[in-house]
């Protein structure tokens, strides 16, 4: 989802037409700066989507915390079990 940018096309070329700028001239103005506008803002988050973004990443992050803490584990019970069988042998 996305943030909704709103831009008053009319009222922004009346302004320009009122500072003295020709009405063809603030129309074209007026619909290239909306261009502009809508590019820019269509890949923003809103607020729900980085809380949303977070949480899924807090979640991976917290599996992988346990991945790692298994194969940890697993790796000392080896190392144990090779030192004991080296320990028995010389």
Known sequence: ???ALTFDTLQYSKRLQQ???AAPLAEAQAEALAHVLGAST???LTHA???????????ELR????????????LLVVAVGVMAVLDKLL
């Open 19 to 21: 500072a003295g700028m």
């Open 1 to 3: 989802m996305t943030a």
């Open 49 to 59: 989507d980085g809380e949303r973004i977070e949480a899924s990443l807090k979640g």
């Open 42 to 44: 269509g890949d923003l």
């Open 63 to 74: 599996l992988l915390e346990q991945r790692m803490t298994i194969k940890l584990g697993s």
